[in-house]
């Protein structure tokens, strides 16, 4: 018996139409097969290590508008590259920052959250290998079907990650991920 992987790295390559008709399936499904239309369309675009130091500031707020889990030491920044073993030991000793605010999927269900819960949990690994095994894409996709400040965290962390940065908290502040730094 075989397995059929098509779902998980195939969505990625369907056209434009078979992804419009999988994505009409979900809450908000037009709205998230743009998102992937638009991340496919676009070529990788880099940001400036000061064009992401100044996002930080009303990403933290978000998250302080979410209800961090845990206390997070906004001040200090730590840039390092992740293709280095020290970066990669930064990550690996941090977690990342929209970590600290409770997704709507983990909180109490509702009849109203639960088709945006099975197709948010549906969806992830598709997006995940679409993403290149980053969850940012995922996230940001799906953000649009939980909506309000959820979209904006995940709209603001997907901006940063496309632009070739990750945001962790660790102990001792902040980690500002890139690579080649």
């Not at 992937?36 to 064009?51: C, D, I, T, V």
């Not at 009849?111 to 894409?137: K, M, Q, R, V, W």
Request: aromatic letters at 10%; a negative charge.
């Amino acid at each position: 018996m075989g397995s059929d992987f098509r779902l998980i790295f195939g969505l990625a390559h369907a056209t434009l139409e078979t992804r419009a008709r999988c994505f009409a399936l979900f809450l908000e499904g037009a709205r998230m097969a743009r998102r992937l239309g638009a991340y496919l369309s676009r070529g990788p675009a880099r940001m400036s290590e000061a064009r992401a130091r100044a996002a930080l500031p009303a990403l933290f707020d978000l998250i302080e508008t979410l209800g961090a889990t845990r206390a997070f030491k906004r001040d200090t920044v730590f840039v390092v590259d992740r293709e280095t073993e020290e970066g990669l030991a930064s990550l690996m000793a941090s977690e990342s920052i929209g970590d600290l605010v409770d997704h709507p999927r983990y909180g109490e269900e509702t009849a109203a959250s639960s088709p945006a819960i099975a197709a948010d949990l549906f969806l992830t690994e598709p997006l995940y290998a679409a993403g290149g095994n980053f969850y940012h894409l995922h996230d940001w996709i799906t953000g649009a079907m939980f909506g309000g400040q959820v979209d904006a965290l995940q709209t603001a962390l997907y901006r940063l990650w496309e632009g070739g940065w990750q945001v962790h908290s660790a102990e001792h502040g902040i980690v500002l991920a890139g690579r080649g730094v």
